[in-house]
């Protein structure tokens, strides 16, 4: 026949955790939460009161959620990412191109009003001669015998 011995865990053989007889005042229905509180609300941060708010929410509700911000964050970072490789598309185009042709540009705008100024002191000079050579043109008309000046081209 078999006979059955009870066997104590060590565990269990020793005193459990409990109030201290040496404490007088303790009591089981004491409350950790008095009137007394060091707690002060203007030292506390917005991330720290929403972080106490996860208990009132719902888990299926905060995973929802946590869900719907991580698209969205998602979304916001790809359309961060496609605006900035955008603009950057668009100023290197513009130095590659706009740079040259804006120097070519301000480079014929230059030659430009260097002919400009060449032809107004050339007509300035004319202006100041047309007295002397147009009786040189007269005597070289009358020479000829039709009497007739030529304009000079």
């Known amino acids: 026949m078999v006979t ?3 066997v104590e865990d060590e565990h269990f053989q020793g005193n459990q955790p409990g109030p201290m007889d040496d404490d ?15 707690f002060d609300p203007t030292e506390e941060s917005l991330a720290e009161r929403l972080y106490a ?8 509700t905060r995973g929802w959620i946590a869900n ?10 790809s359309a961060i ?3 900035g490789k955008g603009a950057w598309v668009i100023t290197t185009s513009a ?9 070519s540009f301000s480079d014929d705008q230059q030659i430009a009003a260097m002919e400009q100024e060449y032809n107004m002191r050339q007509q300035g000079s004319e202006l100041l001669t047309a007295g ?10 009358a020479a000829l015998g039709n009497g007739e000046t030529k304009p000079a081209l």
């Open 4 to 6: 059955l011995t009870e």
């Open 24 to 38: 007088e005042d303790y009591s089981d229905t004491d409350s950790e939460i008095s009137n007394e509180s060091e």
């Open 53 to 60: 708010l996860r208990d009132i929410v719902p888990p299926t």
């Open 68 to 77: 719907n911000v991580s698209t969205l964050s998602s979304y916001a970072w």
């Open 81 to 83: 990412s496609f605006s």
């Open 95 to 103: 130095l590659f191109f706009g740079i040259p042709f804006a120097l």
């Open 132 to 141: 002397t050579e147009g009786s040189t043109a007269e005597k070289m008309g």
